[in-house]
């Protein structure tokens, strides 16, 4: 595989060729994802649930990123690795800025926030000075808290048009990348098609530029596997098959099918 860049994912949106993104927390994964050809690793906060035994994003923190940041991108992989600010890690702008800066000085190329129009301000002050950001709206697991549970979010018109809305201040805000997570196939194929820069969905139906899961739920050994996600191990009965599977699932747009979709 060549080294991925955003530019490379910028010109399969526009080729319209979706690409795959796995999750990933140390070399071995990391190198396991290359070896499939999956353009985008994300050393997600997840990472407290299917790792460290958490059972929200909540706890993790700039410790633990960067530590399986480091890890991930020790073996100098080609894809492009996004790593995720924890909660309460971008609060304020000093705050985000330093800790945006030791990620990318772990290795990342990307780093990755939850949450709309208030996070404008802080995005373009990452990119401005050198730090790529990925958006993150829709279920957005470091406020489950405030939503009282894992729901699908964006059913309703007006909470789909808020988070339509939220989409376009990000990428008008310098966005490279928008994760798009358990919000209705309808909303996030209109989001995907207005914005110019990848979609990436999970839970979001087959319409997006890009799919991600969490790689614990796509070898089906997840305590709790949602719905939108399937076991690809069971069917290629090896870790680098499955990663295969999965890749070429994506890209020829049998995986997520209605099945892995809310509406
Ligand atoms: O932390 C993570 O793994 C994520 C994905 C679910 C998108 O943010």
Redesign the pocket.
């Known amino acids: 595989m060549k080294t991925i860049t955003i530019n490379t994912l910028i010109e399969l949106k526009r080729g319209g060729e979706k690409f795959p993104v796995i999750?990933a927390y140390d070399s071995t994964f990391a190198r396991l994802a290359e070896l499939a050809g999956i353009e985008v690793v994300?050393v997600?906060?997840?990472?407290g649930n299917v790792v460290l035994g958490y059972s929200s994003?909540v706890p993790v923190t700039m410790a633990d990123m960067l530590h399986h940041t480091a890890a991930v991108c020790r073996g100098g992989t080609k894809s492009l690795v996004v790593a995720?600010l924890p909660f309460m890690a971008y609060a304020t702008p000093e705050q985000t800025m330093a800790n945006a800066a030791l990620l990318l000085q772990a290795g990342a190329h990307m780093v990755?926030l939850?949450g709309g129009e208030w996070l404008a301000a802080t995005v373009a002050m990452l990119v401005e000075r050198g730090i790529p950001v990925c958006g993150?709206l829709g279920l957005t697991?470091q406020s489950v808290n405030k939503f009282g549970g894992y729901r699908i979010q964006g059913r309703g018109a007006s909470e789909a048009e808020q988070i339509l809305q939220d989409a376009h201040r990000l990428e008008r805000a310098g966005a490279g990348l928008l994760?798009l997570?358990c919000v209705p196939q309808q909303l996030a194929a209109r989001i995907s098609s207005e914005l110019a820069i990848p979609v990436?969905g999970?839970g979001a139906g087959p319409d997006t530029d890009a799919q991600?899961l969490?790689l614990h739920d796509l070898l089906g050994i997840s305590a709790r596997i949602p719905k939108f996600a399937r076991n690809f191990l069971a069917d290629s009965g090896d870790i680098l098959g499955a990663l295969r599977s999965y890749a070429q699932a994506v890209r020829e747009r049998s995986f997520p099918a209605a099945e892995h979709s809310f509406h």
Do not use: C, Y
């Open positions: 999750t994300l997600g906060d997840s990472l994003t995720d990755k939850e993150h697991p994760v997570e990436i999970i991600v969490v």
